[in-house]
């Protein structure tokens, strides 16, 4: 039995005029109540420390700087590295990143229980678009704002366990997790802010966002035997509505626990890494059963291309 008391921390809105600050201290008061509850380890969402951005177009890309970090931690998250220390919790949580060369990634951090920053994951599958795109009923600029993530599908060794994150839409894409199960990985750290409106298709139903979710994290945790570790940050920001859906998903592909509301709340369950061990040595032993020499359009090929 390997236990991790891992804490799902939702996040709710945060407005476009919400300082640094006071998110923090809103995490701060999560991360608190899941040390109350003995966690070990507490998840935020993707982009946890502002309004999700992408929505809003800037025409001048430099003016979008506002919204990064250029140091972690830096003056306004240092109090939440503290608070983390003192309760000896390892923490994740994502935050647009500007590097000392000037590039730009949607970013997520894995901390140890020692407050040490072991792990840096840059999003892969960035969604959206990068012009404004005015046939949309709201923009998702993620192209506009961030490159693509330049440091693969890295897992990291820690806290008794083998530990992996991606960012929102990578859960939609199963290279994510068979690049994360490849390395053993046994929870992958997920944050998202979905719209629960699709921008190009309009009253798609909400119901089907959710579906699509739970779908992509539970056949992620399961083909790979991994926990999936889902936390949303919900509710209505800025006007435009992001859905909630924070789940902890363990090997077998079942939703353990789902936080049913849009607030600030967390979601905390125990989870046996061991459990991990049966998937990983039967039915998705993948030394045994993988065909790679069947496998090679995945990377040879992006785009589909169907027989003329
Ligand atoms: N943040 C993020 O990646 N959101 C996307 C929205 C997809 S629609 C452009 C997601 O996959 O949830």
């Not at 982009?47 to 700087?65: G, I, M, S, V």
């Not at 939609?172 to 390395?183: A, F, H, K």
């Not at 998202?192 to 298709?201: L, W």
């Not at 570790?229 to 077998?252: F, N, Q, R, Y």
């Amino acid at each position: 039995m390997r236990k991790i008391r891992v804490a799902a921390a939702q996040l709710g809105p945060i407005q476009r005029d919400e300082k640094r600050e006071a998110v923090v201290a809103r995490m701060i008061a999560l991360m608190d109540e899941a040390a109350r509850e003995g966690a070990d380890l507490v998840v935020y969402p993707e982009l946890a420390l502002t309004t999700f951005f992408p929505r809003w177009y800037h025409e001048d890309r430099a003016e979008a700087d506002v919204w990064f970090e250029r140091a972690m931690p830096n003056e306004a998250t240092a109090p939440l590295f503290a608070r983390a220390r003192e309760h000896g919790m390892g923490m994740s949580f994502g935050y647009a990143e500007l590097t000392p060369e000037g590039r730009h990634f949607n970013t997520a951090i894995l901390v140890d229980k020692a407050g040490a920053i072991v792990g840096t994951y840059r999003k892969i599958h960035l969604p959206g678009h990068d012009e404004f795109d005015p046939e949309r009923t709201h923009q998702h600029l993620e192209k506009r704002y961030f490159e693509p993530g330049d440091l693969g599908f890295p897992v990291w060794r820690t806290m008794g366990g083998v530990f992996g994150m991606c960012i929102c839409n990578d859960r939609r894409w199963p290279e994510t997790y068979r690049v994360l199960g490849l390395q053993g990985v046994e929870m992958v750290l997920l944050g998202f802010n979905t719209p629960s409106v699709n921008s190009q298709k309009g009253a798609e139903a909400h119901d089907q966002r959710m579906f699509h979710h739970r779908l992509s994290v539970q056949a992620g945790a399961y083909q790979n035997s991994t926990f999936v570790v889902a936390v949303a940050k919900a509710g209505t920001e800025d006007g435009h509505h992001l859905m909630g859906g924070t789940c902890i998903v363990d090997p077998d592909g079942v939703i353990l626990g789902e936080i049913p509301h849009e607030d600030d709340g967390i979601l905390v369950r125990d989870c046996d890494l061991d459990a991990t061990r049966f998937g990983k040595e039967t039915v998705f032993d993948f030394a045994r059963h993988r065909r790679v020499e069947h496998y090679g359009l995945i990377t040879q090929r992006t785009g589909a291309v169907a027989p003329e």
